[in-house]
């Protein structure tokens, strides 16, 4: 299984990231679909097509006037209102149909945190031990920060685990998880490429069901998005991040 979050409106980050996925049997995405990037129609489209669970994000209802835009930067504001322009009936019914939460087996899906799934951002530990009293899944899988992020919870100890890219990484039996794939469309961990992970199933020696993670980073080609947000009339500022990765 693959897990994506913050698209971004990126189509050449989300077309490479969908090449390097190859095949498995669900794509999960964690919200942002839109917001910042030039295509909203085209990243909609695609992920109606190739994802089999969506949760909404904080830019996906700004852009259906959900929030108040006072909520966004000045600059996620201009590229809201660009998005709005542009995007089709349909792609935004689409987006109004994306639940806040989903709960699968034994994980739960959202894009901010299990205690407020569409605003919160979790960066640190105690935030992270709060959250974990929110939901009694084993996994929830978390985007909005736009960083690749693991907090692992072991009896009352809660550790936070930055995950290095391509690094196999065992879920342990007694521990819950908070995960975070990065982001797909605006990386912001100094790391331009497009970020996500892969989540594959095992037997391990004992015969038993093990789970691993693995952090996969792809390249993409900024300039072909930068080029289009510029013709877009989008801000100088977010053209620019995308090269940074911050
Ligand atoms: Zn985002």
């Known amino acids: 299984m693959a897990v994506l979050a913050d698209i971004h409106s990126n189509l050449e980050a989300l077309k490479a990231v969908l090449e390097d996925v190859g095949q498995v049997d669900q794509i999960w995405c964690l919200g942002d679909v839109v917001g910042y990037g030039p295509e909203a129609n085209e990243c909609g489209e695609m992920m109606r097509e190739r994802v089999e669970r969506c949760v909404a ?17 000045d600059s996620a504001v201009e590229a809201l209102k660009i998005t709005r322009q542009i995007m089709g009936e349909k792609e935004k019914r689409f987006l109004e149909s994306l639940p806040d939460m989903e709960k699968l087996g034994d994980s739960i899906l959202l894009h901010g945190s299990p205690r407020n799934p569409i605003f919160e951002y979790i960066f640190e530990t105690p935030q992270a031990a709060i959250n974990f009293e929110k939901f009694s899944e084993k996994i929830c899988f978390f985007g909005h920060t736009h960083y690749p992020m693991i907090f692992e919870k072991e009896g009352e100890k809660v550790r936070k685990i930055v995950p290095c890219f391509q690094k196999e990484i065992k879920l342990k039996k007694n521990c819950r998880y908070l995960i975070n794939p990065g982001a797909v469309g605006q990386p912001r961990d100094g790391d331009p490429r497009a970020s996500y992970l892969l989540l594959e199933e095992v037997l391990g020696r004992g015969k038993e069901r093990e789970r691993k993670l693995r952090f996969r980073r792809v390249v993409y080609p900024i300039e072909k998005t930068q080029k289009k947000m510029k013709k877009l009339g989008m801000p100088e500022i977010l053209v620019e991040r995308l090269s940074l990765g911050r």
């Open 57 to 73: 994000g904080n830019h996906d209802w700004g852009v259906l006037g959900k929030l108040d835009l006072s909520w966004f930067s």
